[in-house]
């Protein structure tokens, strides 16, 4: 793409910015703060679960009876059905809130059977993507799992933006099978999209250092505007990539 292009694009995704926008902005602050907030209660009841159990040498001192009905239910599946309870809830949410600011960032009406089937297909994505990676992240040894873990982040990260992308013209199956195409094709304009996205919140973390000292909790003022810079980033992506 040439450079004055580039910059054209960019000074124009700036008049893409209405009503809607502030509504995009919303849903992606509230997803924020949902995520944490599911995330901490997780914490605690994986906490409270941990406590309940007792140390090595007060298991040896019970009775067998006693041992069982403390560990029952057993504790490590307890663990496991709360952190995939917690994983789809995460993962539900996520999706509706991604099928909503995309579309929303069009600008056309969206109908409950554009949304629908957005959702449908990005579900069935990240299922087709999460449960092979997870397997593969406990069979691989654990020297390599932070570094498989790191490649599949962004691997799923930029096909999936391309997929939601590609979703936001057409809602079919077969555009996973586009998307993928797209983004491999094009990489070098998403590169630079997410290059102007990158810039955009190293400004507003340079803003923060000016007003953290008037400011004593600027949680979600931070979230607010980070959402804002996301939604400009596909407003740019939008323009540069169609």
Same mark, same amino acid.
């Given at each position: 793409?040439?450079?004055?292009?580039?910059?054209?694009?960019?000074?124009?995704?700036?008049?893409?910015?209405?009503?809607?926008?502030?509504?995009?902005?919303?849903?992606?602050?509230?997803?924020?703060?949902?995520?944490?907030?599911?995330?901490?209660?997780?914490?605690?009841?994986?906490?409270?679960?941990?406590?309940?159990?007792?140390?090595?040498?007060?298991?040896?001192?019970?009775?067998?009876?006693?041992?069982?009905? #403390? $560990? !029952?239910?057993?504790?490590?599946?307890?663990? /496991?059905?709360? +952190? &995939?309870?917690?994983?789809?809830?995460?993962? =539900?949410?996520?999706?509706?809130?991604?099928?909503?600011?995309?579309?929303?960032?069009?600008?056309?009406?969206?109908?409950?059977?554009?949304?629908?089937?957005?959702?449908?297909?990005?579900?069935?994505?990240?299922?087709?993507?999460?449960?092979?990676?997870?397997?593969?992240?406990?069979?691989?040894?654990?020297?390599?799992?932070?570094?498989?873990?790191?490649?599949?982040?962004?691997?799923?990260?930029?096909?999936?933006?391309?997929?939601?992308?590609?979703?936001?013209?057409?809602?079919?199956?077969?555009?996973? #099978? $586009? !998307?993928?195409?797209?983004?491999?094709?094009? /990489?070098?304009? +998403? &590169?630079?999209?997410?290059?102007?996205?990158? =810039?955009?919140?190293?400004?507003?973390?340079?803003?923060?250092?000016?007003?953290?000292?008037?400011?004593?909790?600027?949680?979600?003022?931070?979230?607010?505007?980070?959402?804002?810079?996301?939604?400009?980033?596909?407003?740019?992506?939008?323009?540069?990539?169609?």
């Amino acid at each position: 793409m040439k450079k004055t292009k580039l910059i054209k694009n960019i000074c124009q995704s700036f008049r893409d910015f209405n009503y809607k926008s502030m509504l995009i902005i919303a849903i992606d602050t509230l997803f924020f703060l949902f995520a944490v907030f599911i995330i901490k209660r997780w914490a605690g009841y994986v906490e409270r679960i941990i406590l309940m159990i007792p140390a090595p040498e007060q298991l040896l001192a019970m009775p067998l009876e006693h041992i069982k009905e #403390i $560990m !029952s239910p057993d504790p490590k599946l307890l663990l /496991i059905s709360s +952190f &995939l309870i917690m994983a789809a809830i995460l993962l =539900i949410t996520f999706v509706i809130s991604r099928s909503a600011v995309w579309l929303l960032s069009r600008k056309k009406k969206i109908t409950i059977k554009e949304f629908a089937k957005f959702s449908l297909i990005s579900l069935c994505w990240y299922l087709i993507v999460l449960i092979p990676s997870a397997a593969l992240f406990i069979i691989l040894k654990q020297g390599t799992n932070l570094a498989f873990l790191a490649v599949i982040i962004l691997l799923l990260m930029h096909y999936s933006i391309s997929l939601h992308l590609s979703l936001t013209k057409v809602q079919k199956f077969r555009q996973i #099978i $586009m !998307s993928i195409k797209t983004g491999t094709k094009k /990489i070098h304009l +998403f &590169l630079l999209s997410y290059l102007v996205f990158a =810039i955009a919140l190293f400004m507003i973390h340079q803003v923060w250092w000016i007003y953290r000292y008037a400011i004593t909790d600027y949680t979600i003022p931070r979230l607010i505007l980070t959402s804002a810079a996301m939604c400009w980033a596909r407003y740019v992506m939008l323009r540069i990539i169609r």
